[in-house]
């Protein structure tokens, strides 16, 4: 079965510091990968998608994330992490169809960052 | 601006009651589609539609009823057949295989 597995429920990181968000995924096939993020009461946002080609992707916000075949994994990182950074992160798989992925995708449980100052 | 448009933010319904709550957008996207978020599950699929005047059940799909009459609009009603309503709902439409959401509802039953 399509899955995709967030093993951190919350991270905290300081300011400035580091941040590399962890997401794996079952899947039967090469997926399209995206990553989202979400404020409280929001909705969510796009922060990048693999489809194809390099498997480094660049986001918005300076985020970027690494497809890698072999882990099954898509793993999302940001050099250095600002307070308004702050927020719940989700991965997601998307089955691939015709002119893109079919919309419909499975999303992991998220991960919710907080930025100490 | 083009986007996706939910309302209402908030809904209280009492126990027993349906209610409808809206989406629409002016992304002209064929696709849309209706998810559930409730904390520490992420986003589940209730129902989704890839064009007018047909949709498909999602994961989480039984004591909710949608329609697609227009290409802009699908809204989603929660009957009183829905056991745990309380959750946030999000609505999206999707082009190229990514998905635009709109701001979400938050419905709650007393």
């Known amino acids: 079965a399509q899955s995709v597995t967030q093993p951190d429920i919350h991270i905290t990181v300081s300011e400035g510091a580091s941040l590399e968000l962890r997401c794996n995924y079952s899947?039967?096939?090469?997926?399209?990968l995206f990553w989202y993020v979400q404020s409280p009461g929001q909705g969510l946002q796009l922060l990048l998608k693999?489809?194809?080609?390099?498997?480094l992707v660049q986001g918005i916000k300076g985020f970027e994330a690494e497809f890698k075949r072999s882990q099954s994994s898509f793993n999302l990182r940001k050099p250095s992490v600002h307070w308004s950074d702050a927020a719940e992160y989700f991965c997601?798989?998307?089955?691939?169809?015709?002119?893109?992925?079919?919309?419909?995708?499975?999303f992991g449980k998220g991960t919710k960052l907080s930025v100490k100052p | 601006d083009g986007g996706i448009t939910q309302s209402p933010k908030y809904l209280f319904r009492k126990e027993g009651q349906n209610v409808t709550l809206s989406c629409e957008q002016n992304?002209?996207?064929?696709?849309m589609y209706w998810y559930r978020q409730d904390p520490g599950q992420g986003l589940r699929l209730i129902y989704y539609?890839?064009?007018?005047?047909?949709?498909q059940k999602g994961d989480i799909a039984e004591g909710y009823s949608v329609s697609r009459e227009k290409k802009e609009s699908f809204p989603l009603t929660v009957t009183s057949a829905q056991k745990n309503p309380t959750a946030f709902y999000l609505c999206?439409?999707?082009?190229?295989?990514?998905?635009?959401f709109g701001e979400g509802s938050r419905l709650t039953v007393l």
């Open positions: 999206a439409s999707s082009r190229a295989g990514e998905l635009f």
């Open positions: 899947y039967g096939a090469t997926p399209y």
């Open positions: 693999y489809f194809s080609g390099d498997t």
């Open positions: 997601a798989v998307g089955a691939r169809g015709y002119g893109g992925s079919q919309g419909n995708l499975i």
């Open positions: 992304l002209n996207h064929d696709a």
């Open positions: 539609s890839q064009i007018v005047n047909d949709f």
